[in-house]
């Protein structure tokens, strides 16, 4: 959303309020726009986040002339009155896959989520899976739904400095959940037992998961081969991903699956589970396996570690590829949007 913001930030025939977070990363816009820097509440991490998000919304939009508001923080999606209100979507997974009600804020939260949802007057979907998602799972009609695929920020870091190795290394982004698919990676390595790089596994995770992953690693005795590296800010993604022997991505549901695109620019190796929404993004520039098949993963991994030629050639190829994936039509699409909401 940052990286949309600031592109609508340079043109001047839709004057945008922007409003953020105070003490987040500072954020410019000239006129005609203005930017506004909401108070930060208290928040816990994850437990009832959204209850502050909503009456930080609430308490803005009391104070604020604009007569519509396009709401990119799931969180933060709330009934504004009479105010038009727009929103992107990112993805169904929690109503495709289920949320456990013993997670009570979490389920109730998303709940409140999917009330506010329905009551939307046009949704940005960042794919056409989400797109389809929000047709099939929450009957949304098609012409209140508008695709706008996010671009890519991240650029080749040719000229970086290499990140120090005393091991080379596999890479998975991301958190503990089930969508993302960590166990077929696990079983992958354990089937590969010959193969020099180790497993990295980047991302937030709470100290109970990091805890349960060690326990899984133990009983599959991989905790040699396999750790939990933290979460990897933003200077050092590229590098992170270009440095590995292979990015890996073996999510079973994705709303548009921007580690792939950001992978694929920074020149990195991809191998990604074979969903449609993954494969439209990577367009045939990366090595790619069945999600519930660690043996294909175990082949793409022998493949990616043996085969420097063909490494070599998908790298050059995702560079190529994710040079496609612009803002252009998310922007296009933005602010149509916001001009036929405007004009209604």
């Known amino acids: 959303m940052r990286g949309l913001a600031v592109r609508l930030a340079h043109q001047t025939d839709v004057p945008i309020e922007f409003w953020g977070w105070a003490g987040d ?16 509440f208290p928040m816990p991490m994850y437990r009832g986040a959204w209850l502050f998000a909503q009456l930080a919304m609430k308490r803005r939009a009391r104070r604020s002339a604009v007569r519509c508001v396009h709401v990119t923080d799931p969180d933060a999606l709330t009934s504004l009155g009479t105010r038009k209100v727009l929103t992107t979507v990112y993805d169904l997974i929690p109503l495709r896959q289920g949320i456990s009600r013993r997670q009570i804020a ?6 409140v989520y999917l009330r506010a949802l329905r ?8 794919s056409d899976q989400t797109a389809a998602d929000l047709a099939q799972l929450l009957n949304v009609p098609e012409n209140r739904v508008v695709v706008a ?20 290394y596999f890479l998975f982004l ?8 960590l166990a077929v990676v696990l079983d992958a390595m354990a089937l590969c037992p ?10 937030h995770w709470l100290p109970k998961q990091v805890a349960a992953l060690q326990s899984q690693l133990r009983a599959r005795g991989l905790s040699e081969r396999v750790r939990h590296v933290g979460f990897a800010p933003s200077s050092e993604l590229a590098q992170l991903m270009r440095s590995a022997t292979a990015l890996v991505v073996p999510s079973r549901y994705e709303g548009f699956g921007l580690p792939v695109a950001e992978g694929l620019a920074t020149g990195a190796l991809v191998i990604h589970s074979r969903i449609s929404v993954l494969e439209q993004i990577s367009a045939g520039a990366a090595l790619t396996f069945g999600p519930d098949s660690a043996e294909e993963l175990a082949v793409c991994l022998r493949t990616a570690a043996g085969d420097a030629q063909l490494a070599g050639r ?17 922007v296009e699409a933005t602010l149509a949007a916001y001009g036929a909401t405007l004009s209604a």
């Open 149 to 168: 695929p996010p671009g890519i920020d991240l650029e080749p870091s040719a000229g970086s400095t290499p990140i120090a190795m005393t091991r080379p």
């Open 25 to 40: 990363d500072s954020f410019q816009a000239p006129p005609p726009h203005r930017v506004v820097a909401l108070p930060r």
């Open 106 to 111: 979490g389920w109730a939260g998303y709940k």
């Open 314 to 330: 998908l790298r050059q190829q995702g560079i190529a590829r994710a040079a496609q994936l612009t803002w252009d039509r998310a």
């Open 174 to 181: 991301g958190g503990p959940g089930t969508n993302k698919n």
């Open 194 to 203: 010959e193969l020099a790089p180790e497993l990295r596994i980047a991302g």
């Open 119 to 126: 009551k939307v007057d046009t949704y940005f979907a960042i």
